[in-house]
C-alpha cells in the first residue's frame, strides 16, 4: 500500500553539489511529475513524464534534468545545486489525461548552503 | 492561459463553524477541478474532484464543493470544521495543453486554513 515513494526525505547539500532524487510508485499509472513548493507559491511543476520513454518540461525547468528509468521510477537530478533550489520536491503519479487526480508522495526536504 | 486564483492565504475559523475555501479559475472550456489538502510535513491528499454532471460534489472527511460556471468558481465547504482540520488547501486545475501536453495540474497558492479551540 505504499503509493508514491520518494528518497530522501531530507537533503542538506552545498552550493555546487549535484544529487538525485529518486521517486517510485506502484499504482501502474502512467504519468509521473515533479514539483517544487515554496512558500507563497503553491506548487510548480519542473518536469513530467506522460508515458514511459518520454519527459517534458513544465513551468520551471531550468537547472534540473529527469530520467524515467521505468514505468515505475521517474527521478530528478540537480546537476549544480544552487541555493534558489532550497525546496520541498514533490513527486507525483496518475493515470493518463487531464481528469486523473494526482497522488502525491511526502516530498524531499532539499537545503542548499 | 489556464490559473487558478485562491484569494485568501490564510483563514482562522472556530471549531465548530463552518468553512469556505474560495476558488476562481481560468479555462476556456469545461474545466476538470480538483480540492486537495496539505498536513504539515506532508504530501498532498485529494479531497474531491469536479469532472462533470452534478454541480455539488462531495469529499472526503466530510467535505464538499461546488462548480458554478457562471461565476467560474469551485469553492470548498464543510459545515463543522473540526481542529484536525488545520492543514493547506490547494484547489487545482487540470490543464489540456500545459506545454502542448496532456494530463498535468495547475494549482493555486493554496489557503492555510488555522481552527481556534
Known amino acids: 500500500n505504499a503509493g508514491v515513494t520518494q528518497t530522501p526525505k531530507f537533503q542538506v547539500l552545498k552550493t555546487g553539489q549535484s544529487m538525485t532524487l529518486q521517486c517510485a510508485q506502484d499504482?501502474?499509472?502512467?504519468?509521473m511529475y515533479w514539483y517544487r513548493q515554496d512558500p507563497g507559491m503553491g506548487l510548480r511543476l519542473i518536469y513530467y513524464?506522460?508515458?514511459?520513454?518520454?519527459?517534458d518540461k513544465g513551468e520551471v525547468p531550468n537547472g534540473y534534468n529527469v530520467s524515467r528509468l521505468n514505468k515505475r521510477e521517474f527521478s530528478l537530478r540537480l546537476e549544480s545545486a544552487a541555493p534558489s533550489q532550497t525546496s520541498v520536491y514533490f513527486c507525483?503519479?496518475?493515470?493518463?489525461?487531464?481528469?486523473?487526480?494526482?497522488?502525491f508522495g511526502d516530498g524531499t526536504r532539499l537545503s542548499i548552503l | 492561459a489556464q490559473s487558478v486564483t485562491q484569494p485568501d492565504i490564510h483563514i482562522t475559523v472556530s471549531e465548530g463553524a463552518s468553512l469556505e475555501l474560495r476558488c476562481n479559475y481560468s479555462?476556456?472550456?469545461?474545466?476538470?477541478l480538483f480540492w486537495y489538502v496539505q498536513s504539515p510535513g506532508q504530501g498532498l491528499q485529494l479531497l474531491l474532484k469536479?469532472?462533470?454532471?452534478?454541480?455539488l460534489v462531495q469529499g472526503i472527511k466530510g467535505f464538499e464543493a461546488e462548480f458554478k460556471r457562471s461565476q467560474s468558481s469551485f469553492n470548498l465547504r464543510k459545515p463543522s470544521v473540526h481542529w484536525s482540520d488545520a492543514a493547506e488547501y490547494f484547489c487545482?486545475?487540470?490543464?489540456?495543453?500545459?506545454?502542448?501536453?496532456?494530463?498535468?495540474?495547475?494549482f493555486g497558492k493554496g489557503t492555510k486554513l488555522s481552527v481556534k479551540p
Open positions: 507525483a503519479s496518475s493515470q493518463a489525461g487531464s481528469n486523473q487526480p494526482q497522488h
Open positions: 499504482m501502474n499509472h502512467n504519468s
Open positions: 513524464s506522460a508515458s514511459e520513454g518520454t519527459t
Open positions: 479555462y476556456g472550456a469545461t474545466p476538470y
Open positions: 469536479y469532472f462533470s454532471g452534478d454541480t
Open positions: 487545482a486545475v487540470g490543464a489540456i495543453n500545459y506545454g502542448g501536453s496532456q494530463g498535468n495540474l495547475i
